[in-house]
């Protein structure tokens, strides 16, 4: 960029006026520009000085606007220097007008005046009887809150004196808030802001019941307070209204939640739970704990303070709803703090109940209105909608008054019925959410070895409204005898009737006849049933003559290279303990799962890579990627007062005076038990590996990991792989690429018009005629869409649905536009 050329567009544009136009090309200047304000740089700093006087404090917040939205540290930085000459003037005039200017700068960029400036500033404004914006007095407050400076507590006798609401503007739960009651008349507008200072001073973990009765008559001050608290509350975890420039501290003011609105809020989550039941209360609050519990990258759940105060007011609800949410987020929540929690709150309402934690968690699943399994009809008016989740996937279909199918919702229903529409769209998101969390804790009743009595069986499973939608797709065993639903009632793979029994467990193919597992396999293909989970297709894994050499270690998944923070959440996922590897770390704890139920801890060994911080680590130090090692079990013995046998998804108990060096023979170990951890082990191996990144043909950084690379990405294949290759055997004959594809040994074989393609079962990755070729293609994240009409036996393997979406593309690959794809087909 030439300066003297810049600093002339930019001359020009001053004395224009066009302070926005000047504020863009500054930002185009800082882009690129890389070095210091000086003399170097004269003819842009020049131009700005040439805008009007009165202009200046316009332009010097525009340029700060844009430069809240950038994202490169390198530019940030530079235009950061640049706002620092700016608005230098203003904080070296003493008079209340550039005070102004200077604080509404600060309220915009966190912690650029340290604490004795803004007090400064702040006393220049009040001194002239004018108010401090409430974005100044949030700034004061982050300034106090964070310790920015070390003169914070200059603030703090400044901000006690100031009549202002116990709320920070910027979030938009919070500006709702201030707005709603800003609008209300004074009287009631001072009742609500003395229960704000009131959320304001929850300051523990739980309400004390002074703190509650305070609140309860705070509460009954107010008019119907519950419709605009639950209003505001989902507003919680919405991007910043107020965009702030990015300093060091860029997670807390971007991401998370504002520090000094967490204590307030927690407030009102509480005061919540004390209002009269109303349907919406449960879902309102079991949704702000997922809220708060997203993950920020660098940073961890957002504020895991907010997500377990809402878990204490679920469970001060006494509804069935509240019981639901609780039991839901018990089977989907990984972080242990809240999971805790949940799980606090489960075995206090069995307790209270009389009943098993299992027993609660199957009782505690509603029917959502529907009527039938799987099914719900709603009326609105003479139009109609019928919400079917039989198959698995929610699906809505809307009929007009005329009983015709329609795309979408009726105008009819959208004048006519806003409430009922919004209360069974709201149902139709619960069900989703519960189908999928109500899987995951099914799933994990194999290790559990539930048993049921087939009378409750039958009514929380097999016809309960939603959970039946996935018990009529698994194969049970009904007093040891192997059955499945159908035409509505239980049979065998060979036609005949089951109509009763004593007791009832989940079909598990291990120790099962092959030909049992095969026909089962063969039943759910001819009846065209998914199972929402690998069931009949699920992987077995028996000791190898390897394992039976290395006696009490397997090295079956030894040697790998994963991405370590995806390892991270797959292992929380399937209840396994894990921590982050630190490069700062001098020793590493196994990742564990305890199976107390067993008497068992399996432990998966794993250590991070790397040496080069900046290449190998996160900004906090965490590595990037881990290998992996032996796959242990360990003896444990379970206190007696642990008394819930299953592993629900909820935070595993761990004997702290058990801890025995010496490792099981893995002779010793159930072989379910073997099976299901070295699966956990696969599914971790075979997700997280950086084989799976077809991005990765050079080995990655510096090259190091290329021979890994290509081993795994066309290697040997798994246990999942090879269950996969089997699937295929059986899928490619009835596709409509029948005569163009064909499974040989490691790979599906494509042929197209232009290459023949070799797509690997276990990666995913391609090589292609002549001489092996490598072929880069990358998958969306949505690539289990494309894959047409074809059926699947099972959900969730994802890597099955991008091979047959890439096959079916290849077998006419010269209909392929995609020029990264094209460019290598004839290169």
């Known amino acids: 960029m030439i300066f003297p050329e810049c600093g002339g567009r930019m001359a020009e544009l001053a004395r224009r006026g066009d302070v926005e136009g000047l504020a863009d090309e500054t930002m185009a200047f800082t882009a690129v520009y890389t070095g210091h304000w000086g003399h170097e740089s004269r003819h842009v700093t020049d131009a700005l000085g040439l805008v009007a006087p009165e202009r200046k404090p316009e332009l010097l917040m525009a340029i700060l606007e844009r430069c809240c939205r950038v994202t490169d540290t390198g530019q940030r930085r530079v235009t950061n220097d640049l706002l620092q000459i700016l608005v230098r003037p203003y904080t070296k005039i003493a008079t209340p007008e550039s005070a102004a200017v200077a604080l509404a700068f600060g309220a915009r960029h966190t912690a650029y005046f340290d604490a004795k400036e803004q007090r400064r500033m702040a006393e220049l404004l009040l001194d002239a009887g004018r108010p401090l914006p409430p974005e100044v007095v949030a700034v004061m407050r982050r300034t106090v809150a964070h310790g920015y400076w070390s003169s914070a507590e200059a603030l703090k006798s400044l901000l006690v004196k100031l009549d202002v609401p116990a709320l920070n503007p910027g ?13 209300l008349d004074p009287e009631e507008a001072r009742h609500w802001y003395e229960l704000f200072r009131h959320a304001a001073t929850a300051t523990s973990a739980k309400p004390s019941q002074r703190w509650e009765t305070a609140a309860r008559g705070l509460l009954d001050e107010l008019a119907e307070p519950g419709d605009r608290l639950r209003g505001w509350l989902t507003l919680v975890g919405r991007p910043r209204t107020i965009r702030l420039n990015r300093t060091q501290w860029e997670h807390d003011v971007t991401e998370s939640f504002d520090q000094f609105n967490t204590t307030p809020l927690r407030g009102l989550v509480w005061m919540v739970s004390f209002l009269p039941d109303h349907p919406e209360t449960a879902r309102v609050l079991g949704a702000l704990v997922e809220t708060a519990l997203r993950k920020v990258a660098g940073l961890g759940p957002r504020n895991p303070k907010i997500a377990n105060a809402a878990v204490y007011a679920l469970s001060r609800v006494p509804t069935e709803e509240a019981l639901a949410q609780i039991a839901r987020l018990a089977a989907r929540v990984t972080f242990k703090g809240t999971l805790k929690e949940l799980n606090a709150a489960l075995d206090t309402r069995a307790a209270a109940l009389g009943l098993t934690r299992d027993e609660v968690e199957e009782l505690a699943v509603p029917a959502y209105g529907l009527t039938e399994v799987g099914r719900r009809v709603e009326h609105f008016g003479d139009a109609s909608a019928t919400l079917d989740a039989s198959s698995g996937t929610v699906t809505v279909t809307w009929r007009s008054s005329a009983g015709k199918v329609v795309k979408s919702v009726p105008a009819s229903v959208r004048s006519g019925h806003p409430e009922q529409l919004a209360e069974f769209k709201a149902a139709v998101k619960d069900v989703e959410k519960m189908l999928s969390a109500q899987a995951e804790r099914l799933d994990r009743q194999f290790l559990a070895e539930r048993v049921w009595p087939f009378d409750a069986w039958r009514t929380r499973y097999l016809d309960h409204p939603l959970v039946g939608t ?21 049979h065998t793979h060979e036609g005949k009737e089951i109509t009763g029994g004593e007791t009832v467990r989940l079909w598990h193919p291990i120790g099962r006849e092959v030909a049992e597992v095969l026909a089962w396999r063969g039943w759910l293909e001819a009846n065209r049933v998914t199972q929402p989970f690998k069931q009949a297709h699920r992987e077995v894994y028996l000791l190898t003559a390897a394992e039976e050499n290395t006696r009490v270690y397997s090295n079956r998944y030894a040697a790998h290279v994963l991405r370590q923070h995806q390892f991270h959440a797959l292992t929380a996922a399937r209840g396994w303990r894990n921590k982050l590897r630190m490069m700062v ?46 796959v242990r079990f360990y003896p444990i013995t379970a206190p007696e007062h642990y008394a819930h046998a299953g592993g629900g998804g909820y935070e595993q108990w761990v004997h702290q005076d058990a801890q025995p060096t010496d490792p099981l023979p893995l002779a010793e170990i159930p072989p379910l038990v073997l099976s299901e951890i070295l699966r956990d082990v696969d599914l971790f191996v075979g997700v997280a590996s950086v084989g799976n990144d077809p991005t990765w043909q050079d080995g990655g950084p510096d090259g190091r990991f290329r021979e890994y690379w290509a081993s795994y990405s066309f290697g040997e294949l798994s246990g999942t792989a090879q269950t996969r290759r089997e699937m295929l055997e059986r899928l490619v004959p009835r596709l409509a690429i029948a005569d163009r594809a064909e499974v040989e040994g490691r790979f599906l074989v494509v042929r ?6 070799r797509i690997h079962l276990g990666s995913g990755n391609i090589l292609m005629s002549p001489n092996d070729q490598y072929l880069c293609i990358v998958p969306k994240q949505t690539t289990g869409s494309a894959t047409g009409d074809v059926f699947l036996p099972f959900e969730g393997d994802r890597v099955l649905a991008v091979i047959l979406s890439k096959a079916l593309m290849l077998a006419k690959d010269t209909q392929i536009t995609d020029p990264t794809i094209t460019q290598q087909l004839r290169g």
């Open 171 to 183: 979030e938009a739960w919070a500006d709702q808030a201030l707005a709603d009651v800003a609008s």
């Open 470 to 490: 996935l018990a009529r797709r698994l194969i049970w065993l009904v007093d040891d005898v192997p059955c499945a639903y159908r035409d509505g009632a239980l």
């Open 585 to 630: 770390d001098d020793a590493y704890e196994p990742a564990t799962r305890e199976l107390p139920q067993w008497g068992l801890r399996a432990e998966f060994w794993i250590e991070g890579i790397g040496d080069d911080w900046a290449a190998d680590t996160t900004e906090s130090g965490a590595y990037l990627r881990i290998a992996t090692d032996q």
């Open 752 to 757: 197209g018009d232009l290459r023949t393609y």
